[in-house]
């Protein structure tokens, strides 16, 4: 067997459909579903019998659970609201059929916000390392950073893949943003890191200034607006949570 699409979700019938018809040229799709409360399960049984539910555990554990269901040689590892379009499948299995491979491989990502595709504010090209091979691979990193961990040369892909994230708008963005911003305050304690006062301020400002006119964010128009200031909230979300936890008002 060549190739493993991985998957983990839950709660994702409006994304996974999308995601898992565009992993149908694969060996195989295997998908861990942390016990769906909509259809994501019963529609993810429509495309494979490799579905396993399983409580959530954590990014880094799930990931590593589902890789350790996989039997092909490549794993290609999928979020739910993401597609791997044509031209990305074709130059993967141009790849995986080569005699001269290296280990892992960067693919750039593409996502769609606010009704248009983001070409800067930092979300492009947005290198993700999916594509690997398996034997030579480990989920690590932190609570939200999660990592795949390779043993071995790593190479870059040309093609895109697509990425739908926060159903294209602000709520969703700001929700998932302010989860985050939860895990990395837990992350920011782990590490020795405690509140300033100057941080608090600074960081969302700079947060700003490097999405919005570093990562030319102003270039995106509106949207590229819109994700400099929800970002730059993120970050202030960040550091008073940290405060928070220090203080006790919350649990570590």
Excluded at 228 to 251: D, P, Q, T, W
Aim: hydrophobic share 35%; aromatic share 14%.
């Amino acid at each position: 067997m060549k190739i493993s699409v991985c998957i983990i979700c839950g709660d994702e019938e409006k994304n996974i459909r999308r995601a898992l018809e565009s992993s149908k040229w694969a060996d195989e799709i295997v998908v861990v579903d942390h016990i769906s409360k909509d259809k994501t399960y019963d529609i993810v049984k429509e495309y494979t019998d490799k579905v396993y539910q399983r409580e959530w555990t954590g990014f880094i554990d799930q990931k590593n659970y589902v890789l350790s269901l996989a039997k092909g040689k490549w794993i290609f590892s999928l979020d739910s609201d993401e597609e791997i379009t044509e031209d990305l499948k074709n130059e993967i299995m141009k790849i995986i059929n080569s005699n001269n491979t290296k280990d892992g491989y960067y693919v750039p990502r593409r996502s769609f916000f606010q009704g248009r595709w983001i070409n800067h504010s930092g979300f492009y090209p947005d290198k993700q390392l999916r594509l690997f091979k398996r034997t030579k691979a480990k989920w690590g990193g932190q609570r939200v950073h999660e990592k795949i961990e390779i043993d071995g040369e790593l190479g870059i892909l040309k093609n895109d893949l697509l990425h739908y994230p926060f159903e294209g708008n602000i709520e969703e963005f700001e929700q998932t943003l302010n989860r985050y911003s939860t895990l990395q305050a837990k992350n920011l304690y782990d590490q020795g890191k405690r509140f300033n006062l100057f941080l608090l301020f600074a960081r969302p400002f700079f947060k700003f200034l490097e999405i919005y006119i570093l990562k030319m964010g102003f270039l995106d128009g509106i949207a590229g607006f819109f994700i400099a200031r929800i970002s730059s909230h993120a970050m202030f979300l960040r550091y008073a949570k940290l405060r928070e936890i220090e203080k006790g008002f919350v649990e570590k």
